[in-house]
């Protein structure tokens, strides 16, 4: 199938094949995209999957469906169902209902998912300091200042102002603002005393 390449500011965009999808203004993709490049400076909603060898975005990316890719960079905001990526890099908002699987992550704002499952995390609020007010899939419509989540499992795992359930890694680092019911780890951990944890389990 022959592909090829968008360069849009606004209106629809068939889904499919394309080799890079650059979007300004405000664009709607239909269908499915399997893209080599996707670079969103504006407001794109895609109605189907992603699959991408890099995204970057600086405007605002509503997806429909799962994504893909090699690398993700989000410096706007980001709303999925499911991501997988090898490199996901945060550093604007980033909303996930499903899961995140990713072997290396680093965020340094707020991040909303459900599970996230990984090699190295780091999870670290920037200079973000408001409140957002947002609807957490199955806890309905709530104001936070902090990440939240439900379960992190990965080999290395550093976090601050960010709330959960459980997580279980190798090292564990929890800074300041950290809220979670249960840590697991095999090696190490290294907890600050602002740090709030109801369990922690050495298995």
Not at 98 to 107: H, M, Q, R, Y
Request: hydrophobic content about 35%; aromatic content about 4%.
């Amino acid at each position: 199938m022959s592909k090829t390449s968008y360069n849009k500011s606004w209106g629809n965009i068939k889904g499919g094949h394309i080799d890079n999808l650059n979007i300004n203004g405000l664009c709607n993709v239909d269908d499915d995209v399997f893209c080599d490049t996707i670079l969103v400076s504006g407001t794109a909603n895609f109605e189907g999957n992603i699959h991408s060898d890099i995204i970057k975005i600086n405007g605002v990316v509503n997806i429909a469906g799962d994504v893909k890719a090699d690398s993700i960079e989000v410096n706007g905001v980001l709303n999925a169902q499911n991501i997988e990526a090898e490199k996901f890099t945060i550093s604007g908002i980033v909303k996930v209902d499903g899961d995140i699987n990713a072997e290396n992550l680093e965020a340094k704002s707020i991040c909303l998912f459900n599970n996230l499952y990984g090699e190295n995390i780091v999870i670290k609020r920037g200079p973000f300091k408001g409140t957002l007010n947002v609807n957490i899939k199955g806890q309905g419509d709530i104001k936070t200042k902090l990440s939240v989540f439900n379960e992190i499992e990965a080999t290395s795992i550093e976090l601050s102002h960010i709330t959960g359930k459980r997580i279980s890694g190798e090292h564990i680092v929890l800074g300041e603002n950290v809220e979670i019911d249960v840590v697991e780890y095999t090696k190490t951990i290294s907890l600050n005393p602002k740090s709030k944890i109801k369990t922690i389990i050495k298995l």
